[in-house]
């Protein structure tokens, strides 16, 4: 009710203004709440977006990062990590788009996650009947409070570490990786779900250095015919896509690609989504 009046009383202040500063035109903003817990995140092109968040139910730091769960009225659950949205209950798109259902064939494969500790793409990778998964995630704290919180995206996956269909390796994701490299290990998909593309004047620093090695890597372990999937970053930054894909025409042996968007509930936006292939010339061969 407090709320409501004091958006009725702007509005009824910004019509007496208007009429006697003679205006043709004026706005009356909702005020910004203050609450306990963060209500506000930044959308990729750092755009305040205000969320109907009304309680935290989980909190903690690991040794990696700020770890929450808080729960949005629209949204259920919502993992928030370092402050910034990852995943909801209601963003199932977000992990269908990554995995391009219904396009891909994942019955038969072994497939690797990078990072992915919500366990919402191994959980429905499962779904396809995939021969093996291996998901490498570093944060085990993440996988603990999502387990606990997040179950409608993740089921069980999390509550265990190795079984017939998967493993999840608690690690640094280049240990294993580096595994599979001397082993001569090859797999048919890679999905990188970890760092979003990040927005910068140039391609350089340690994230752009860290995506180059892992794209660099995941190529290296994947199969002729193999695909490294993964998320960028917003339709609102289209310099940062542009600048990925320049750094993707650099990787050798040359590379393809095709993406994707998806309006993904929990931020608010459009995401673009990248599935990545060995460069195969026009007769068919690579």
């Known amino acids: 009710m407090m709320f409501t009046s004091l958006v009725q009383s702007a509005r009824a202040l910004e019509a007496v203004l208007r009429k006697q500063l003679n205006c043709s035109k004026g706005q009356a903003y909702p005020p910004i709440k203050r609450t306990l817990f963060g209500r506000y995140f930044p959308s990729a092109d750092e755009r305040l977006l205000e969320y109907d968040i009304d309680s935290v139910i989980h909190e903690s730091t690991s040794p990696f990062q700020k770890i929450q769960i808080v729960h ?3 949204l259920g659950n ?3 990590l370092d402050e910034l949205q990852n995943i909801a209950e209601a963003d199932l798109i977000y992990t269908e788009t990554l995995m391009q259902r219904g396009k891909e064939n994942f019955e038969g494969a072994e497939i690797i996650i990078l990072g992915g500790g919500d366990g919402a793409l191994l959980y429905e990778l499962l779904k396809e009947k995939p021969k093996f998964v291996w998901m490498l995630e570093i944060d085990e704290d993440v996988m603990t409070a999502c387990n606990k919180y997040m179950k409608s995206i993740c089921g069980d996956v ?3 570490r190795k ?11 280049m240990v294993t990786l580096n595994k599979f490299l001397s082993q001569g290990k090859k797999v048919d998909y890679v999905f990188g779900d970890l760092t979003d ?8 620093g340690e994230i752009w250095d860290f995506i180059m090695l892992i794209l660099e890597t995941s190529f290296k372990v994947l199969k002729p015919s193999g695909k490294f999937m993964t998320h960028a970053n917003g339709a ?5 896509l542009k ?10 042996p040359p590379v393809e690609f095709v993406k994707s968007s998806a309006f993904i509930p929990s931020f608010l936006e459009d995401w673009i989504f990248y599935q990545i292939s060995f460069k195969t010339e026009k007769n068919g061969t690579a």
């Open 163 to 173: 079984c017939d269909e998967y493993e999840i390796v608690v690690d640094d994701c």
């Open 72 to 74: 949005s009225k629209s």
């Open 158 to 160: 999390l509550e265990r």
């Open 78 to 80: 919502m993992l928030v």
């Open 236 to 240: 609102s930054c289209p310099e940062a």
């Open 197 to 204: 593309v990040p927005i910068s004047d140039t391609p350089s």
């Open 243 to 252: 600048m990925y894909e320049q750094q993707l025409m650099k990787l050798d």
